[in-house]
Each structure stands twice: as C-alpha cells, then as structure tokens.
C-alpha cells in the first residue's frame, strides 16, 4: 500500500476534479511541518476541488509564495512577464505552529485577512496545504507547494 505521501503526490498529478474527500483522507495521515522547512521560495499548484480560488489563482498566474523568514511571508507570487513578483493585493502573511486537525505543525496567517494555510509534511520539497477562512465561505480550498 502507498504511503500517505505517495498518496497525496499522486492526487497532484490527477487530471481534472478531485474528491475532496480523498484529499483530506490523505492530508490527516500526513505529519506536521517545522516552521524552518518553509523558508525559501516554493512553486504553488491547485488540486481542482472546484474551488473559486483555483479560478482567481489560475487568472493572476499565481506561481506559488516566498517565505523569507517566519514573520515576512509573501503568500501570492505571480508571474509577470516572466518574473516572480509580488500580487500584493493579499498583503503579507506570518508563519507559527498551531494545532488543526489535531496536529501541530506550521500555518501560514495572513496579516490582512481572516485566511489561515495548514500545511503539512509530504517531502522535503514538497508541503500540502489546506486554505480556510471567512473569505473562502464553507468551502476548503486545496493547494500544494513544491520548491
């Protein structure tokens, strides 16, 4: 039987919609993720739930985030003439461990919005992560990040 990480590598190569169920099966048996892991730049991909959000990320040409440090994060990277840059429309964002799902591991806070990212741990070059917040509706919103 696949690993969980095996399992969610898979679910990034899937063509077309996903279940979000499945994608949350594979995200709770994934393990936490340190806060030092993340700094540095990360190329961002959309597991398609539907989500409104892959829609917006798909249209500004989202690239993935830039972590610079625990407290400077830059959560909307763009391409822009073939250049990583800021969105900037997102402002900037925090790092800190906290629990979600029962696990502690690594969320990103953005500064200006009430937007959480949890990550977790599928390789050292590659992070789930899951979108919430009072902007996002019901819905979760479903991303992975890879350098």
Known sequence: MPSPAEQFIALTQTQGRVD??????????????????????????????????????????????????????DPVIIDKNGQRVSWGKWGHATLREVLYRDVVSTAMIYDD??????????????????MEGKELGESLFYFYLKR
Do not use: C
């Open 113 to 130: 919005r009430p937007v959480f990212d949890y990550f977790r741990y599928v390789n050292d070059d590659m992070v789930a992560g899951i």
């Open 20 to 73: 979000p169920t499945l994608i949350d099966a594979v995200y709770n048996k994934l393990g936490p993720v340190k806060p030092g892991l993340m700094l540095g730049e990360w190329g961002g991909g959309i597991l398609d739930t539907g989500h409104p959000i892959g829609d917006t990320l798909k249209e500004i040409r989202w690239l993935g985030k830039n972590f610079t440090s625990v407290e400077q994060v």
